[in-house]
């Protein structure tokens, strides 16, 4: 049995605060504070929290990447598309897509390539699902 989920992120580049919206919006247009809201696991499904955990990670570690890099990015939207399998230790995460759109102005595209696939290879959340993470790009330069 799988199970899926999604979750978008926006802003919290530097703060950690940030919104997100669930399929199920339970978390639609909340402010809060990213490590505060995911230790507690307030009101969603362990699958959507995962998934808001993923993009939310992600977009601050492309952030961050881009900050040693000198660039500064004017948005990144993220979204993390979660799969859930069902074994016999209870559900697996199997896989995480994340979709992410970004507006850096004045970058070369190669280079913020680099940068995302750092960021993917950095992300404590990629890494610690033992999961396939693909990441889907698009940049407005």
């Excluded at 926006?10 to 809201?37: A, C, N, W």
């Excluded at 016999?88 to 994340?98: C, K, P, R, Y």
């Excluded at 290879?121 to 890494?127: E, L, T």
């Amino acid at each position: 049995m799988k199970r899926t989920a999604a979750a978008v992120w926006q802003g919290g580049l530097k703060d950690g605060k940030g919104s997100i919206s669930t399929e199920s919006g339970v978390l639609k247009e909340t402010q809060y504070s990213f490590g505060t809201r995911f230790e507690n696991g307030v009101g969603t499904n362990p699958e959507e929290l995962i998934a808001a955990a993923h993009a939310g990670c992600f977009s601050m570690a492309f952030a961050a990447e881009l900050g040693k890099a000198g660039i500064t990015p004017a948005a990144i939207h993220t979204r993390a598309a979660i799969t859930l399998e069902k074994t016999d230790a209870g559900f697996t995460v199997t896989e995480s897509h994340l979709t992410m759109t970004a507006k850096i102005p004045g970058a070369e595209e190669a280079k913020v390539r680099t940068i995302a696939a750092a960021a993917k290879a950095g992300c404590p959340i990629s890494r610690l699902l033992n999961a396939t993470v693909t990441l889907d790009a698009t940049f407005e330069l």
